[in-house]
């Protein structure tokens, strides 16, 4: 993934991501953890005019990637069990966390992002979606 540096208000750095699919749908859902996670990150965000979104959750849209319809009863507990302990992804592992949906508002545009919170074995991006800019 390219990332394009740019300047934020008040000289601190701030990065945005260049593909414009990041956050944007559910299969390309923002990285962070947990609940407290995902409120911390789009406080960071930042509106083309400077100013900081509103949010709000809408809820969740389901997994980010739908089980296989041949996925064994078993495998699909056992996913949903290391996604309740926040057990990292294996290598190659396709992503079925469930995924939220939240509706975030700047002064002129209201944009849907979507987040994932099981993904605690690394930081929250320093790349913002498309329209915004992070506040590091």
């Known amino acids: ?10 000289g601190a750095s701030a990065q945005q991501t260049t593909d414009p699919s990041f956050g ?24 083309a005019d400077n100013s900081h979104p509103t949010f709000e959750r809408l809820g969740n849209v389901g997994p ?16 949903i069990s290391q ?4 057990t990292p992804l294996e290598a190659g592992q396709t992503d079925h ?3 939220d949906h939240y509706s ?4 002129d545009t209201t ?7 099981y993904h605690c074995d690394a930081p929250a991006p320093r790349h913002a979606p498309a329209g915004f800019t992070i506040a590091n």
């Open 64 to 79: 980010r990637h739908d089980f296989p319809p041949d996925m064994p009863e078993g495998a699909a507990i056992r996913f």
């Open 111 to 117: 944009i849907d992002l979507f987040l994932d919170m």
């Open 1 to 10: 993934m390219v990332i394009v540096a740019l300047l934020a208000a008040g």
């Open 97 to 99: 966390h469930m995924v």
């Open 83 to 86: 996604a309740a302990e926040r």
């Open 24 to 47: 944007r749908v559910k299969t390309h859902a923002i990285e962070v953890c947990n609940p407290q996670g995902q409120r911390a990150y789009l406080a960071r965000l930042v509106c």
């Open 104 to 107: 975030v508002r700047c002064p």
